[in-house]
């Protein structure tokens, strides 16, 4: 016997077919192995099917498992009796039990093309999850609105994002150092409006700022006239930057006037 298997206890449409003489059987389950397994040992409500498969032999027959595992039972019947109409599954030509005169021509239209977005979907997300294209991009593939298509991917991933996260963290790392977006954009092959986006939470320091820093990374104290004779700056621009400082939690005040880079001493 031919079976594409699904994961255990998976819900949706199984279609079994005789291969000696082409008759099917379509049906429906929340557990479609398990529920296959019961005609085949005779428990399910169809003894056409169990008798033909009892009679024919396994061996001579396939089943394929269609999964809709998000739809309702409802909605599964519906697609199910559409299957029967598309494959004359009906008893004498298939084996499954005839379902009378409830044919719906709009309703059956309806069914496929709910069918077909269904399948549509599938595509769809599948695109996202596996290039992590733009939300935009895939829209103008398929012919679809971006709001649809990023209500059917809300839940997946951007993988783009994922695989940008290296380079972005070096470039944050970068531009909090007071490199510039032009120099950053350089460096790491990228366009300048990307490094503006990735970094604008980021307060640039000043260029005193920076100096402050640098001379405070050597561990030792500071005092803001220590400060002022090296870097050559009024004291009124120092104490302006070493209250910036202190604020970004850059710096730390180990006691009055002295001064000393975050993380550094005891």
């Not at 005789?18 to 059987?25: P, T």
């Not at 077909?116 to 595509?123: F, H, S």
């Not at 460096?187 to 990735?198: G, L, M, P, Y």
Request: proline share 4%; glycine share 8%.
């Amino acid at each position: 016997m031919r079976i594409n298997t699904p994961q255990p206890k998976s819900k949706g449409i199984f279609i079994v077919t005789n291969r000696v003489n082409g008759k099917q059987y379509v049906g429906m389950d929340n557990n479609m192995p398990l529920q296959f397994h019961q005609h085949v040992k005779g428990t399910a409500k169809c003894p056409v099917l169990h008798e033909a498969l009892s009679d024919t032999g396994l061996e001579n027959w396939s089943v394929q498992f269609v999964p809709y595992p998000r739809l309702s039972l409802k909605d599964l019947q519906a697609i199910k009796r559409w299957y029967i109409g598309e494959l004359k599954t009906e008893h004498p030509n298939g084996y499954n039990t005839p379902l009378g005169s409830n044919g719906n021509p709009e309703q059956s239209e309806n069914l496929l093309k709910f069918l077909n977005n269904a399948d549509l979907k599938a595509q769809v997300r599948e695109r996202r999850r596996k290039s992590g294209a733009l939300l935009e991009t895939i829209a103008t593939e398929f012919g679809l609105s971006s709001a649809t298509v990023g209500r059917w991917c809300r839940d997946i991933q951007d993988v783009k994002a994922v695989r940008d996260y290296p380079v972005k963290t070096q470039v944050r790392e970068r531009r909090k150092a007071g490199a510039t977006l032009q120099v950053i954009a350089a460096e790491f092959d990228i366009s300048i409006s990307k490094a503006s986006r990735w970094c604008e939470d980021i307060k640039v320091l000043s260029a005193t700022e920076t100096e402050i820093i640098g001379l405070l990374a050597d561990g030792q104290l500071w005092t803001p006239s220590d400060i002022q004779q090296h870097s050559k700056v009024t004291r009124q621009a120092v104490m302006f930057a070493l209250k910036n400082l202190l604020e970004n939690g850059l710096i730390t005040k180990i006691k009055k006037g002295c001064y000393q880079k975050a993380g550094e001493g005891a």
